[in-house]
Antibody, heavy 117, light 107 residues
Framework: EVQLLESGGGLVQPGGSLRLSCAASGFTFSSCAMSWVRQAPGKGLEWVSSVGTDDDTYYADSVKGRFTISRANSRKTLYLQVNSLRAEDTALYYC???????????WGQGTLVTVSS | EIVLTQSPGTLSLFPGERATLSCRTSQSVRSSIAWYQQKPGQAPRLLIFDASNRATGIPARFSGSGSGTDFTLTISSLEPEDFAVYYCHQRSNWPWTFGQGTKVEIK
């Protein structure tokens, strides 16, 4: 059974940092591209960042320079280091997987990041 | 950035009716459009990929069509479990983008 389990969210002050993790199981992690997609409360989906099977990384303009995506294939884990957090980064952060060239075919349940003083 | 515009914002229909959801892109994405369904408190679920291909386990009442800049998701006869929010998504160009969503609600 495919599982993606996000963790690491929480309440953080503006300017603060967090490290989000996504533990994967039930599929060949190294063969899949992995991404983070977020959803602000009551709003739509926003793609944040992706990392390919070759470790190529991609970022939305809104997070470029502040967020860093990485993966550890040996641990089957995806990470998102989020720095210089702003109120507008408050959202549920989903981890999602896709085969190269294909859309997201499975999503985790998300981890909530709240940026507030 | 490719902008995806979904219409209508909300669709109010009875169970058994046909739902037609639209997604227009600001530039051609060929057929690189996917549709997702999201119910309250749940993660999105893939319905359609490459504009017209149903994902594994998706009922035949869901169908997708279109290419270039105009795409449609059709639910031929709404079941009670189909009332949800639907998003289109393009992965033709970086940054990947989503439409703002169409809510299908029970009339």
């Amino acid at each position: 059974e495919v599982q993606l389990l996000e963790s690491g969210g929480g309440l953080v002050q503006p300017g603060g940092s967090l490290r989000l993790s996504c533990a994967a199981s039930g599929f060949t992690f190294s063969s899949c591209a992995m991404s983070w997609v977020r959803q602000a409360p009551g709003k739509g989906l926003e793609w944040v960042s992706s990392v390919g099977t070759d470790d190529d990384t991609y970022y939305a303009d809104s997070v470029k320079g502040r967020f860093t995506i990485s993966r550890a294939n040996s641990r089957k884990t995806l990470y998102l280091q989020v720095n210089s957090l702003r109120a507008e980064d408050t959202a549920l952060y989903y981890c999602a997987k896709n085969l190269p060239g294909r859309p997201f075919d499975f999503w985790g349940q998300g981890t909530l990041v709240t940026v507030s003083s | 950035e490719i902008v995806l515009t979904q219409s209508p914002g909300t669709l109010s229909l009875f169970p058994g009716e046909r739902a037609t959801l639209s997604c227009r892109t600001s530039q051609s994405v060929r057929s690189s459009i996917a549709w997702y369904q999201q119910k309250p408190g749940q993660a999105p679920r893939l319905l359609i990929f490459d504009a017209s291909n149903r994902a594994t386990g998706i009922p035949a009442r869901f169908s997708g069509s279109g290419s270039g800049t105009d795409f449609t998701l059709t639910i031929s006869s709404l079941e009670p479990e189909d009332f949800a929010v639907y998003y289109c998504h393009q992965r033709s160009n970086w940054p990947w983008t989503f439409g703002q969503g169409t809510k299908v609600e029970i009339k």
